[in-house]
């Protein structure tokens, strides 16, 4: 009998929260290797905030995921048969195999794994968020020595990197995430400062905790939380764009008539940078520095990471769901297989 994997393919496209009728979960024989080509047998799947965009058919900046078509993501990954000789059977790549079990991929596209740093890392501080923090902040943000960095989502794989390279590079770092529990967390990062964007006064929070004002504020989040950083923001700020996943499932009731007035007055006054990015963009320049500097900082402890690891392909939509809203302590990784 032919062996099959499961895969999650996209149904419908989610009005607000997706749910399980948005998904239909496929069995298909497990793919056989063409020349060029490995199958890999996913070990962890990457839920990354960017998967919601993937779902809807809005224009952006990549293709949404047709309906039908196999939910998109990073994988950690045993390679269990090649037709190349650039993996061999068992090493540990990192890939694009998706919400599914098995995948079959170009293998010259993948990364073999050092494996003197757990596998898991390749999907968070030493993989894509890992690398937006650092792109976003350094090519953009350009922390200077004494300036203060704010972050929001400050726990999560982007934010905690953002905010331990603007201590490396000798920049005050003011976290903000929601709840008590991660306020602590942010505090095992190294963070100055630790807010929560969910107690009462963030304005009045962020006033005591940046009496200088904000040089730089890396945007994760959008909302409330930019409603009440932008007030602090200093002349010259810079605001790298990185996301604003406060209101991905588009159901928030923020944005009032005039906030646009409001964010361009700031920007005249203060000769504010706003400026947003993929990541995409700065992987031909900067990824190289990247691996090099920051696996000197996994290893060194400068840089520390958390990941909350959800076990089993059938809770990745519950997993996913729990990112979006909060739910994950560090980066959300669902361990497929053993
Ligand atoms: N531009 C790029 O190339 C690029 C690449 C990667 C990621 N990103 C973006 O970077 C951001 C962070 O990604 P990540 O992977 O590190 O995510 P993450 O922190 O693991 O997860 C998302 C976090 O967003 C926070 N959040 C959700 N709703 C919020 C709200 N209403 N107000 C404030 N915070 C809220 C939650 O943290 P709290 O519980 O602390 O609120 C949640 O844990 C996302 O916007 C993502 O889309 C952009």
């Given at each position: 009998m032919t062996e099959t994997y499961r895969s999650y393919r996209l149904a419908a496209r989610p009005q607000g929260a997706p749910t399980a009728d948005d998904f239909d979960i496929v069995a298909k024989p497990i793919p056989t290797p063409r020349e060029g080509q490995a199958v890999l047998r996913t070990l962890y799947l990457s839920l990354d905030p960017y998967m919601r965009g993937r779902m809807?058919?809005?224009?952006?900046?990549a293709k949404p995921v047709e309906i039908g078509g196999l939910m998109v993501g990073a994988t950690v990954s045993e390679v269990?048969?090649?037709?190349?000789?650039?993996v061999a059977v068992g090493d540990v790549v990192l890939g694009?195999?998706?919400?599914?079990e098995y995948s079959v991929e170009d293998a010259a596209g993948l990364r073999v794994l050092d494996p003197e740093v757990p596998v898991t890392t390749a999907l968070g501080v030493l993989g894509m968020p890992g690398f937006t923090a650092y792109a976003g902040l350094l090519a953009l943000g350009k922390p200077q020595e004494g300036e203060t960095v704010a972050v929001a989502a400050a726990t999560g794989p982007v934010g905690s990197a953002v905010g331990q390279i603007a201590k490396i590079k000798g920049a005050k770092a003011i976290g903000i995430a929601g709840g008590e529990k991660k306020v602590a967390l942010l505090k095992e990062f190294g963070f100055d400062e630790a807010l929560d964007h969910r107690g009462d006064d963030l304005r009045g929070a962020l006033k005591a905790a940046a009496p200088n004002g904000i040089d730089v504020y890396f945007e994760n989040v959008g909302g409330p939380v930019w409603d009440a950083v932008l007030p602090r923001l200093n002349l010259y700020g810079r605001v790298p764009v990185c996301g604003l996943v406060a209101n991905y499932n588009g159901t928030a009731e923020f944005a009032p008539a005039g906030s646009m007035e409001r964010v361009m007055r700031s920007v005249l006054t203060k000769s504010l940078t706003i400026r947003g990015f993929i990541q995409t963009e700065f992987v031909e320049s900067m990824h190289d520095d990247f691996l090099r500097d920051m696996t000197e900082w996994v290893k060194s402890g400068q840089v520390k990471y958390q990941e909350e690891i959800i076990d089993g392909f059938d809770n990745v939509l519950d997993a996913f769901n729990g990112m979006l809203g909060g739910k994950n302590f560090g980066k959300t990784v669902v361990k497929i297989a053993e």
């Amino acid at each position: 009998m032919t062996e099959t994997y499961r895969s999650y393919r996209l149904a419908a496209r989610p009005q607000g929260a997706p749910t399980a009728d948005d998904f239909d979960i496929v069995a298909k024989p497990i793919p056989t290797p063409r020349e060029g080509q490995a199958v890999l047998r996913t070990l962890y799947l990457s839920l990354d905030p960017y998967m919601r965009g993937r779902m809807d058919d809005a224009k952006s900046y990549a293709k949404p995921v047709e309906i039908g078509g196999l939910m998109v993501g990073a994988t950690v990954s045993e390679v269990v048969a090649t037709e190349s000789d650039a993996v061999a059977v068992g090493d540990v790549v990192l890939g694009y195999g998706g919400w599914a079990e098995y995948s079959v991929e170009d293998a010259a596209g993948l990364r073999v794994l050092d494996p003197e740093v757990p596998v898991t890392t390749a999907l968070g501080v030493l993989g894509m968020p890992g690398f937006t923090a650092y792109a976003g902040l350094l090519a953009l943000g350009k922390p200077q020595e004494g300036e203060t960095v704010a972050v929001a989502a400050a726990t999560g794989p982007v934010g905690s990197a953002v905010g331990q390279i603007a201590k490396i590079k000798g920049a005050k770092a003011i976290g903000i995430a929601g709840g008590e529990k991660k306020v602590a967390l942010l505090k095992e990062f190294g963070f100055d400062e630790a807010l929560d964007h969910r107690g009462d006064d963030l304005r009045g929070a962020l006033k005591a905790a940046a009496p200088n004002g904000i040089d730089v504020y890396f945007e994760n989040v959008g909302g409330p939380v930019w409603d009440a950083v932008l007030p602090r923001l200093n002349l010259y700020g810079r605001v790298p764009v990185c996301g604003l996943v406060a209101n991905y499932n588009g159901t928030a009731e923020f944005a009032p008539a005039g906030s646009m007035e409001r964010v361009m007055r700031s920007v005249l006054t203060k000769s504010l940078t706003i400026r947003g990015f993929i990541q995409t963009e700065f992987v031909e320049s900067m990824h190289d520095d990247f691996l090099r500097d920051m696996t000197e900082w996994v290893k060194s402890g400068q840089v520390k990471y958390q990941e909350e690891i959800i076990d089993g392909f059938d809770n990745v939509l519950d997993a996913f769901n729990g990112m979006l809203g909060g739910k994950n302590f560090g980066k959300t990784v669902v361990k497929i297989a053993e």
